[in-house]
C-alpha cells in the first residue's frame, strides 16, 4: 500500500483527523492480513497516541515560544520608542496612532516604521550634540590652555538620555558664551602685545623676543594658535606692568638728570648749541609716563648720554660757578655802585670762593641766594631812583656853589680876558641854580624820611645816611651864611673905619700911619678869611666827586657818632674866634679914633 499523503492545501483539524482516520484503517488492514493479535494493536495504537500528544505539545510549546518573542520584540520596540520620545523631548510622532490593535505581527509591522524614524532623529540629534560639544569642549582646552587636543569627534561623549532640543539649546549657548570668552581673550591678548610692542618701541628693546619668552605661541612667525589661558593672560599682565614699571623708572631718571642739565646749564650759562643738543631730554620734563610715546625716547643710550653730560658739567661745574659767581658779584656790586647802595663784605665773599672751590656748598643756593640779593639790589635801586636823581642835581649844584664861591673871591673876575664873558654866564646860572638848592634839599629830606619809613631802614649814600649828609649840609650852609653876614658887618666897620682913618690922614698926612692903618686892615680880614675858609671845607668838598663825598661824609658821621650827639662844625668856638677877630679889628682902629 502507498503512502497517504495529506493534499498541501489542507490545515484545519478536520484535515488532520481524516487523516490519521485513513492511517488507521490501513494500519488496521495490515494487522488484519499479518493477523496481529488484539494485544500488540492496542499498544501500538497508544504508542501512536502518545507520539501524537508529544508532536501536538511540541508544536504549541514552539507556538507559545513564537507568541512570547512576537510580544517582547512588541514591548521592546514601544519601549524603545517611548524612550526615543523621552530622550529626544517630543511627545509623540505625527501619523502614529497612540493606541495600537490588531496581532502581534500588525502591531510590530505598524511601530516598525516610526521606530525606525525615531532612530534615524536620534542619530542626527547625537550629531548635532557631538558637534557642539565637541567645539565646546576643544575652545574650553584653548581656554584652558591645553598645547594638545584630539578634536576627534569620536572622543566627544553625548548623553543619549537627554538629546533635547532645550538641551541642545543650553550647549549652543555655552559654545556661544566660551566664543565670545575666546573673542574676548583673543583681544586682551593682542591689546597686551600691542602694548609690548608700543612700550618695547619706546624703551628701544626687542619686542618678538620678550612675547616669544612669554609663550611661543603668541609670536606670529610660529604659526600656531594663541594660548589665550589665564596664565598667559597673567604673564603678559605682569609684562606690561614690568615693561610699564621700567618706563616710568627711565623716565624719573631722564626727569632728574633733565632737571640737573638744567641747573647746570643755568649756572654755567651754556650755549644754546650745547644745550640743542639734549633738548629732547628737557622736552620729557613736562609729560607724564602715560604720554611718552615715541620710539627710541627711553633708551639706555640716551639716559646714558645724559649722565655723561651730567657727569661731564659736574667736572666744570666748580671753575664755571667761580667763574659765574665773580661775574654775578660784579653785577651786584655794579648795581650797588650806581646806586651808591652798601656793597656785601669782601670777607664773605672770599669765604663764599672758598667752599666753591672746596666744593662744600650747594651751588644752586648759592646763586638763587645772589640773584635774590641781585633782584632785591635791583628793586631797591629802582625805589632810590627818584632819590637819587635829586642827589645827583643837590651834589651838581654843590659843584655850582662851590665854583661861585670861589668866583665870587677872584678879584680879577670883572676883568676883559678870554672867557671871562663865559664864567659870567656861568655865574648867573650858578646863582639860579644855587638859589634852588634849599628847596631841594627839604625835598630831599622829606622824599628821603618817606622812603625810610616806608623801608624800615636808613636810606644810606655810600655807607653814609643821607639825611645825616642833608642836615649837616644846611647846618653848613646856616654857619656859612651866618659867616657871611658878619662878614659882611666887619666889612662894613672896616669901611667905616677906612673912611675915618682916611679923614683923619687927610687932617694930619703921615706915611707911618697909613701904612700901620693898612697893615692893621689886612691883618684883620686876614684873620677872618681862614676861619671862614675853615668853616666850608668839609661841605664844599663833599660834591667834588661820589665816593670822596660819601667818604668825608661817612668821617663826619663816624666823627659826631663817637663824641655822642656833639656837632661836627664846632660852632661855638668860630662864634668866639668871630667874635675875637671883630673885637681884634675895632681895637686895632680904635686907638686913633678915640678922643
Not at 7 to 34: F, K
Not at 83 to 88: P, R
Not at 133 to 158: M, R
Request: charged share 30%; glycine share 4%.
Amino acid at each position: 500500500m502507498g503512502s497517504f499523503q495529506a493534499p498541501p492545501g489542507m490545515r484545519s483539524s478536520a484535515l488532520l483527523e481524516t487523516s490519521c482516520g485513513y492511517l488507521l484503517q490501513e494500519l488496521q488492514m495490515i494487522w488484519n492480513e499479518v493477523g496481529e493479535d488484539q494485544s500488540e494493536r492496542e499498544k501500538v495504537l497508544l504508542e501512536l497516541e502518545q507520539e501524537c500528544l508529544e508532536v501536538y505539545r511540541r508544536k504549541v510549546d514552539r507556538a507559545n515560544m513564537s507568541r512570547a518573542r512576537l510580544h517582547q520584540e512588541l514591548a521592546e520596540s514601544e519601549a524603545e520608542f517611548t524612550h526615543l520620545l523621552l530622550s529626544l523631548g517630543e511627545r509623540s510622532l505625527p501619523g502614529r496612532p497612540e493606541k495600537m490593535s490588531g496581532t502581534i505581527k500588525q502591531q510590530l509591522d505598524s511601530i516598525t516604521p516610526a521606530l525606525r524614524e525615531m532612530r534615524l532623529r536620534k542619530e542626527e540629534r547625537v550629531n548635532q550634540f557631538r558637534a557642539v560639544q565637541g567645539q565646546i569642549q576643544k575652545i574650553s582646552a584653548e581656554i584652558a590652555g591645553q598645547s594638545e587636543y584630539d578634536d576627534s569627534i569620536t572622543n566627544v561623549k553625548v548623553n543619549e538620555n537627554d538629546l533635547s532640543l532645550k538641551k541642545l539649546e543650553e550647549y549652543q549657548n555655552e559654545l556661544q558664551r566660551l566664543h565670545n570668552e575666546k573673542n574676548n581673550r583673543l583681544q586682551q591678548v593682542e591689546k597686551y602685545i600691542a602694548a609690548v610692542h608700543n612700550l618695547s618701541a619706546t624703551l628701544g628693546m626687542e619686542s618678538s623676543m620678550i612675547i616669544t619668552k612669554v609663550h611661543p605661541s603668541l609670536n606670529e612667525l610660529c604659526g600656531i594658535s594663541k594660548n589665550i589661558s589665564d596664565s598667559i593672560l597673567a604673564k603678559l599682565n605682569s609684562t606690561v606692568e614690568s615693561l610699564q614699571e621700567e618706563k616710568q623708572k627711565r623716565l624719573e631718571k631722564l626727569h632728574q638728570l633733565g632737571k640737573a642739565l638744567k641747573n647746570l646749564w643755568s649756572l654755567m650759562d651754556t650755549s644754546y648749541g650745547d644745550r640743542y643738543l639734549f633738548s629732547h631730554v628737557i622736552d620729557q620734563l613736562s609729560v607724564s609716563s602715560a604720554e611718552v610715546s615715541d620710539p627710541g625716547s627711553l633708551t639706555l643710550d640716551i639716559i646714558q648720554q645724559a649722565e655723561a653730560e651730567v657727569k661731564r658739567l659736574d667736572q666744570l661745574k666748580a671753575s664755571k660757578m667761580k667763574e659765574l659767581f665773580l661775574k654775578k658779584q660784579n653785577e651786584l656790586e655794579e648795581i650797588c655802585n650806581k646806586s651808591h647802595m652798601e656793597i656785601p663784605s669782601r670777607s664773605e665773599m672770599e669765604n663764599i670762593l672758598n667752599l666753591i672751590n672746596t666744593g662744600e656748598i650747594d651751588y644752586a643756593e648759592l646763586l638763587m641766594t645772589i640773584d635774590e640779593q641781585i633782584s632785591r639790589a635791583k628793586e631797591e635801586a629802582s625805589s632810590r631812583k627818584s632819590i637819587m636823581e635829586k642827589v645827583e642835581k643837590w651834589i651838581l649844584a654843590r659843584d655850582e656853589e662851590r665854583w661861585l664861591e670861589e668866583y665870587s673871591m677872584d678879584e680879577n673876575r670883572y676883568s676883559v680876558s678870554r672867557g671871562a664873558h663865559r664864567n659870567l654866564r656861568r655865574a648867573e646860572r650858578a646863582r639860579v641854580t644855587v638859589n634852588k638848592i634849599p628847596a631841594l634839599v627839604d625835598s630831599l629830606i622829606a622824599k628821603t624820611k618817606s622812603w625810610e619809613e616806608e623801608r624800615r631802614k636808613v636810606f644810606l649814600y655810600d655807607e653814609v645816611p643821607l639825611l645825616a649828609m642833608l642836615e649837616e649840609y644846611n647846618l653848613s650852609r646856616q654857619e656859612r651864611e651866618e659867616e657871611k653876614q658878619r662878614q659882611r658887618q666887619i666889612k662894613k666897620v672896616q669901611s667905616q673905619v677906612v673912611v675915618e682913618q682916611q679923614n683923619f690922614t687927610t687932617s694930619r698926612p703921615s706915611t707911618s700911619n697909613r701904612r700901620l692903618s693898612n697893615k692893621s686892615l689886612n691883618g684883620g680880614f686876614g684873620n677872618a678869611s681862614p676861619l671862614n675858609r675853615r668853616l666850608s671845607l668839609s661841605i664844599q668838598q663833599l660834591g667834588s666827586n661820589g665816593k670822596n663825598s660819601v667818604s668825608l661824609g661817612t668821617s663826619f658821621i663816624k666823627e659826631g657818632k663817637k663824641e655822642q650827639g656833639k656837632r661836627i662844625f664846632p660852632r661855638p668856638n668860630f662864634t668866639s674866634q668871630l667874635r675875637d677877630d671883630t673885637a681884634s679889628v675895632v681895637s686895632t682902629f680904635s686907638g686913633p679914633l678915640s678922643p
